[in-house]
């Protein structure tokens, strides 16, 4: 990935659903997960950091690089459930 | 030529 602004995006667990849709991974056109819609009221929303567009680098550290689309979605879906942490940290670059 | 494949799979994490 050429010089990017990556930003680490922090989304605390403040309502019971994450709300983020994603689009791509590994041996896709898109081949690291693209933020395409953001739900109203879901703590990704909430957080108001994270937008539509961004590409999702790393989770929690789990660099996404390689990893097919169900195994990213089940990675993020993960540190969402997870009683270990009360948020979950995001590397996201934004692109353009 | 070798085509990636168009489609991009979409999936909501809630």
Redesign the interface.
């Known amino acids: 990935i050429s010089a990017l602004n990556t930003a680490l995006v922090r989304v605390v667990k403040n309502s019971n ?9 590994a041996n ?3 081949p690291l997960p693209r933020i ?2 953001i ?1 109203k009221g ?1 703590s990704a929303h909430n957080c108001g950091q994270l937008k539509v567009g961004q590409v999702i680098l790393e989770v929690n550290g789990i660099s996404l690089r390689g990893q097919e ?2 195994e990213a ?1 089940r990675i ?2 993960e540190a ?1 459930k997870t009683k270990e942490k009360d948020h979950i940290d995001f590397l996201v670059a934004e692109l353009g | 030529l070798f085509v990636e494949p168009q489609w991009v799979p979409v999936s909501w994490v809630y």
């Open positions: 659903t994450l709300g983020i849709a994603i689009e791509g991974g896709t056109r898109q395409v819609t739900q879901g689309h169900e979605a993020i879906a969402f």
